[in-house]
């Protein structure tokens, strides 16, 4: 080979890697991620998990083979041992993400504050917090917040997204967190922004609300925790056409729609579906909902669509009474968890 073809060889080669690497890199972070916040319980009480062959193996090797690449870990205060309402306390957690992080998984965490679930039904402060008034409020928050991170980094994990509240569309810590004292519930997302911050600067802090159909509510939030000053990074959507009583064909498009508009309206804001689930006994509907719920976060443009967690797939019927998880009654996983497995779609148009 000549020195003039060596060199057109050469930069061909270097214009291929800067034209392409960038694109495929973004489109390999695309998280696929399963919320396990009972699998340390599971496994405790002596729940069996079996793969595909119906052999029995680590749950972690289990949901890998299906494509899961990142793990989603809950955070309890001061939590009972109560074997599905309790425990994911913050040592705990830190175990489990521990493992995961060791497996290859990346990491998200979900700040509950408070002993037991939040969601939009309950935002019940922690007992030992019960007492508090506003300011020692901001102060528990930054506190359990750092420490858990701290503890979290000391060993050995980063997790990639972190969440300030579960489900906060009505606020949380309520009285004083609710959305009826949006500057309070500012200064709290704030409080627990700035705790991830310094324990995990590279970490981005996610606020999370549910039904991600509904783009009404959420510009109502957003943009009142803007206004307030409120610091964040991602907004966060919980997405369940089975408690919508209707199918995904009815709302996706919603949600599609829903997805675009936070990038749009909130400059240099990101979004995740952070929770979505369906009825594990209608397996082929639940495989195409999650197909759509990928292409529908894939298509956000400029790969602000960060990635889209399940809830919880391993928490089988059998043991949880959760209907909404992805394990047969076999022990093995359902074959809609497959739908992690498909290749990526092509990048929105006008991805960068």
Same mark, same amino acid.
């Given at each position: ?88 306390? %913050?040592?705990?957690?830190? #175990? ?19 002993? #037991?679930?939040?969601? &939009? ?10 007492s508090? %008034?506003?300011?020692?409020l901001? #102060?528990?928050? +930054? ?8 503890a ?16 906060? &569309?009505?606020?949380?810590?309520? %009285? ?16 627990? +922004? ?14 999370h609300?549910?039904?991600g159909?509904?783009? /009404? ?9 803007? /206004? ?38 909130? %400059? ?11 009825? +594990? ?11 759509? #719920? ?27 009474g959760?209907?909404?998880c ?17 290749? &990526?779609?092509? &990048? ?5």
């Amino acid at each position: 080979m000549n020195h003039f073809s060596r060199t057109a060889l050469l930069l061909g080669a270097a214009w291929c890697a800067t034209a392409f690497s960038a694109p495929e890199a973004a489109a390999q972070a695309f998280a696929k991620g399963a919320d396990v916040g009972w699998l340390q319980q599971m496994e405790a009480t002596g729940y069996v998990f079996r793969n595909e062959q119906g052999v029995p193996q680590d749950c972690f090797t289990i949901l890998k083979a299906q494509g899961i690449n990142s793990i989603r870990l809950r955070v309890f205060v001061n939590p009972s041992d109560d074997k599905a309402s309790g425990h994911c306390s %913050p040592a705990e957690v830190v #175990t489990m993400a521990q493992r995961a992080t060791d497996l290859g998984f990346r990491v998200m965490i979900d700040f509950h504050y408070s002993d #037991t679930w939040a969601d &939009p039904g309950k935002q019940a402060k922690p007992a030992a917090w019960a007492s508090h %008034p506003f300011p020692q409020l901001l #102060t528990d928050v +930054y506190d359990h917040t750092f420490s858990t991170m701290k503890a979290l980094r000391a060993s050995g994990v980063t997790p990639e997204w972190v969440q300030v509240g579960n489900e906060i &569309p009505g606020g949380m810590l309520w %009285p004083e967190g609710s959305t009826k004292n949006f500057p309070q519930l500012a200064q709290l997302i704030t409080k627990g +922004y700035e705790a991830v911050k310094a324990a995990s600067p590279g970490s981005k802090v996610v606020v999370h609300l549910d039904r991600g159909n509904d783009n /009404a509510m959420y510009r109502d939030f957003f943009d009142k925790l803007t /206004a307030n000053g409120g610091k964040f990074d991602v907004i966060g959507m919980s997405y369940y056409p089975y408690w919508l009583k209707q199918d995904y064909t009815a709302s996706i498009a919603n949600l599609r729609a829903n997805l675009l508009d936070m990038v749009a309206r909130y %400059p240099g804001k990101e979004v995740v579906v952070a929770e979505v689930g369906n009825d +594990y006994t209608a397996v082929q509907n639940t495989y195409d909902m999650l197909i759509a #719920t990928q292409q529908a976060v894939r298509a956000v443009p400029q790969y602000k669509g960060l990635g889209v967690f399940y809830w919880e797939p391993e928490g089988a019927k059998s043991w949880s009474g959760y209907q909404l998880c992805a394990w047969g009654d076999d022990g093995k996983p359902s074959p809609a968890l497959n739908a992690f497995r498909t290749a &990526p779609a092509k &990048p929105a148009k006008g991805a960068k």
